[in-house]
């Protein structure tokens, strides 16, 4: 694997902020809290367009002149900052970054060049997105404009003082003359996303956007998927990788192109500019897109779940923004998802918010709780719809009575900031100490855990229970294919709960 020496001995911006522009401050509108009052968003800090932090009445504390004109349009949290990537159009004469801020406080911290970072692809944008892999490494990306005529990137750190290390570099290239059918549009991927150890086995994805020049109408409904093993690409036709399904095409390193059945709403034909995936398992993976809501699909692209199963009104907001992220407390699910995007607000409902919404089982059961902040970060225009939230599973903790996590939300050009949610319930008995979560997956006609538990209970999108056992690590699965919820109950107490595909 190539790799480089970061410029002038890993080169390090820390120029400290003085100014009160850069003060971080709590947002004044909250708490926020559902109907019933069991669920709570306390502010820790926030930054933002719409926070005013100054007598003129004019200034505020969003960093623009760091996050500068769309060009930070992702983000990731990784022990205890907010890692911020500053991208490089080509044929700019900058150079690429990643801003590094204080998850704690909001505080800037460090500016850290990747000056040498050798992206090859002739067009797009290199340092566009970020990710953090199952084992914690610090995964980079480009904006391909044209996956066929251009070049995908990934460079995977162990942390922010590690060498960046290339571990894909893929083109169609010479390749291109096999796919014909490419030559009637252009195939561009602004957002990637992994699943597992890009160090070890695991995927990337990426979704097609409906944006740039021509955009070829046979895949504007897809997701390319990239597998990982040992720390490389494989060829989609290893018969030992963990990841790869029966793929499209039949030539070692050529991606799985899954086409997505149906999109939310049905008259969405696209899903419109900078589509998001995040993947949540070997086999499922919810899309985020401009022009479609937030919808979870399987690996050959059927729709398991989503907002189109949600009572009527729930899905009240402009499918506007692009992210989501998802926790599970006691057995209930807890969704975040933007509102509206730029100046799209409505019916009391500010520009560029956020949405919590809860759920058991599925959507179906799905139901809105509040939005914050209650002034949403601003009104300044995004065509990146970088709209999001990352809940950090591993501060989840317990008293006796509330479980409490920690969350991040971020708006490409308006703003980012820090709660922390609060849930009331009965908690008593769960030891509050950092525990891995339990996962459970199907294999050969079981649901298998990754530990023995005190009780499983097995259950239908719908809620009705179909198996149960306890003190066990294995359940078999029900005799129907399809989408289940497995609630896990471990000996210490705590729940957790899994979307396992039957099939």
């Not at 907010?82 to 801020?101: A, Q, S, W, Y």
């Not at 460090?110 to 692809?121: M, Q, R, V």
């Not at 002739?122 to 404009?145: E, H, K, Q, R, W």
């Not at 189109?308 to 209930?332: H, T, Y």
Request: glycine fraction near 10%; charge should be negative.
């Amino acid at each position: 694997m190539k790799k480089f020496l970061l410029g002038a001995a890993a080169l390090t911006l820390s120029v400290f902020m003085a100014n009160a522009q850069y003060t971080p401050t709590k947002d004044a509108d909250a708490p926020y809290s559902s109907s019933d009052g069991n669920v709570t968003m306390e502010s820790v800090w926030i930054r933002s367009l719409k926070t005013i932090v100054s007598d003129d009445g004019v200034t505020n504390n969003f960093p623009a002149d760091i996050l500068t004109n769309a060009n930070a349009r992702c983000y990731a949290f990784k022990d205890g900052k907010l890692i911020f990537v500053h991208r490089v159009v080509v044929g700019e004469n900058t150079v690429p970054r990643l801003e590094v801020f204080d998850a704690a406080t909001g505080d800037y911290l460090e500016t850290k060049s990747l000056d040498g970072l050798a992206f090859t692809t002739p067009s797009g944008s290199v340092n566009n997105s970020i990710a953090i892999d199952g084992a914690g490494n610090i995964v980079l990306f480009n904006l391909v404009t044209d996956i066929y005529s251009g070049a995908l990137d990934m460079w995977v750190m162990a942390d922010l003082n590690a060498t960046p290390v290339n571990k894909i570099r893929f083109s169609y290239g010479a390749q291109e003359s096999l796919f014909p059918e490419t030559k009637d549009g252009t195939v561009r991927i602004d957002n990637f996303n992994v699943y597992g150890d890009m160090n070890g086995n695991g995927y990337v994805m990426g979704a097609v956007a409906a944006s740039g020049t021509n955009p070829h109408k046979d895949y504007l409904t897809s997701v390319f998927r990239w597998d990982i093993k040992d720390g490389a690409l494989v060829g989609t036709t290893d018969p030992d990788s963990d990841f790869s399904p029966e793929l499209n095409f039949g030539i070692p390193g050529q991606p799985t192109i899954i086409k997505l059945e149906e999109l939310f709403p049905i008259s969405s034909l696209n899903l419109g500019g900078a589509p998001y995936v995040r993947p949540i398992s070997e086999n499922l993976f919810y899309v985020d897109g401009q022009a479609s809501y937030p919808s979870l699909y399987d690996m050959e692209g059927k729709l398991q779940d989503g907002f189109s199963k949600a009572p009527a009104g729930v899905a009240f907001f402009s499918a506007s923004g692009c992210g989501v992220d998802e926790v599970v407390i006691g057995g209930v699910t807890y969704f975040l998802s933007a509102l509206y995007l730029n100046s799209q607000g409505k019916d009391g409902y500010p520009d560029n918010s956020f949405g919590l919404f809860s759920y058991e089982g599925g959507f179906s059961t799905a139901k809105f709780l509040f939005d914050f902040p209650k002034q949403g970060f601003g009104s300044a225009s995004t065509t990146a719809y970088s709209t999001l939230p990352i809940i950090d599973k591993k501060s989840i903790s317990y008293t006796a009575t509330e479980a409490t996590v920690d969350v991040y939300i971020f708006i490409c050009n308006n703003g980012f900031a820090k709660y922390q949610m609060k849930i009331k319930g009965n908690f008593s008995g769960i030891d509050d100490v950092a525990v891995d979560a339990v996962t459970a997956r199907y294999v050969d006609g079981n649901i298998e855990m990754t530990e023995e538990v005190g009780s499983v209970e097995v259950y239908t999108l719908t809620g009705q229970k179909v198996n149960e056992a306890q003190n066990t690590k294995i359940v078999s699965a029900p005799f129907t294919n399809g989408l289940y919820i497995v609630k896990m109950t471990t000996k210490a107490g705590e729940t957790f709960s899994e979307k396992v595909l039957v099939k």
